[in-house]
């Protein structure tokens, strides 16, 4: 708190070279942060007790200004190809004007932790100006016993200044909004932008660089686990549905987006959820529509009408409309965090192109093709310029958070994958009957059933044909299903448009994936797709 042990707190701060401050504000809990929020005008009050914050020119994360302390350590270690470089002396001066920014203000400190696994735990001091920040992130991630606080230690820093302002060639980077990462030094600086999900992503790319030293596979990716200890990984990047399915009131939730996978097991890194909000509807996801109802939700670039109540199908802001809220928001979630190896792995893609089946069974070869390409599709209304169905390969299903090279991450899920049997699945959640615009969206209801049929075990044991493009299995009949679903090419009006399509689809992962043929073996490179295998 600001009165109590202001000395001490100081000193702490002190420590890091933070010099006349103005107070701080220290671990405050849930009422205090809304009191401070609503008093500093930062954020105004939904009609459901949610706190609702406008982040201005950000509504979503800014990747190109994201960047990594090039220095000894992380020479050989980083995957510069798909990071941006910041010089150590640059990033000494970024920091020190830090400290003169924040002379003469009042800050907002969270000692939490990242990780649930008592092994691979990152204790991490997060430091705000925003009271608001501080909500946001002490609802992300996991939050200590009180006892626990006396003698906290952290490991990992995070200083985040909205107001600060850098300056390119001072500071070494592009624009007036900077993500700075000294993995050596263990600090993340960020400044310019109001947009609270950098300070989440700051600690997920860490561990992401932490992590595979230790054997500990982190994954971009949502986690549960059935009554019979049957847990199931789910990748996928924005718009599969990856939070949506799995969220199911039959299976327990580890959590919604980052998960490590261990010696004993997986293990969620955080301690909340960051749900996408946009035509969020009580009857369609009651659950997470239930946590933007409560205190202490923290809702992003929502739209209030003049009973302060939300209109979720408002865009007029960002498409990236969010809510942040404590796992405990959601009934059926883990109090521990913690699951055993996966039976199933899911890799949730959104063919906006019609090619690919509703499900699809993957060998481990496969498995790493399709977990290196990290294909989705954008369509028309997700991003500003965006008219027509657009491929997108994002490697590993998160590659803004993968500082390593990405076979690095590949080769140890291989590994697991092999050493504890896991099933592993693709499963299109986008479009059938045609690309977007002239087809449908695949049923929920079916791919729910699919699911539920692939995590109980029962897909195992029916009919699979082999798909003459990208060659995985594919069921032909099971039950629940229409069997028409399960043959895209039977569901367009036209075979050859389909076979056209395919191919496109087909070039699209070739050409992709040819930075990443010098890294794997002959057996990852047969599992390509290949156009000479196209349906005639």
Known sequence: MKQNGIFNQQTKLADLGFEELDGIYWNLNEPELYQESLCRGETSLAAGGAMVAVTGQHTGRSAEDKFVVRDNITEETVWWDNTKAMAPGKFE????????????????VQDLVGGADEENRLPTRVITEFAWHSLFIRNLLITPERSELETFLPEFTIIDFPNFRAHPERHGCRTETVIACDFTRKIVLIGGTSYAGEIKKSVFSFLNFLLPAKNVMPMHCSANI?????????????????????????????????HGWGEDG??????????????????????????????GTVLENVVLDEESRVDFNDCSLTENTRCAYPLHFIA?????????????????????????????????????????????????????????PEATFSTCFGAPFMPRHPSEYGNLLRYLIARHDVK???????????????????????????LSAALDGSLNNVEFRTDPNFGFEVPVSMAGVDDSILDPRSTWDNGQAYDEQAR?????????????ESYVDNEILGAAPMIRMAAE
């Open 226 to 258: 059935g009554s019979d200890d049957d847990a199931a990984v789910f990748f996928g990047l924005s718009g599969t549905g990856k939070t949506t399915l799995s969220a199911d009131p039959d299976r327990i939730l580890i959590g919604d987006d980052e």
């Open 93 to 108: 001066i970024l920091f020190q004007d830090f400290l003169d920014h924040a002379k003469g203000r009042e800050l907002f």
């Open 332 to 388: 059926n979630a883990s109090e521990s965090g913690i699951a055993p190896h996966p039976r199933n792995i899911i890799m949730l893609t959104a063919d906006a192109f019609g090619v690919l089946p509703p499900i699809s069974r993957l060998s481990p070869a496969q498995a790493m093709y399709h977990f290196l390409s990290g294909y989705t599709a954008k369509v028309a209304g997700t991003e500003k310029g965006v008219t027509e």
């Open 504 to 516: 496109g689809l087909v070039e699209m992962f070739a050409s992709n994936f040819a930075k990443f």
């Open 424 to 450: 592993c699945w693709l499963v299109n959640t986008g479009w059938t009957g045609g690309t977007y615009g002239v087809g449908s969206r695949m049923p929920i209801k079916a791919t729910r059933a699919m």
């Open 266 to 295: 997986i293990f969620n890194f955080e301690g909340g959820c960051y749900a996408k909000t946009i035509n969020l509807s009580k009857e369609a996801e009651p659950e997470i529509y239930a946590t933007t109802q409560r205190f």
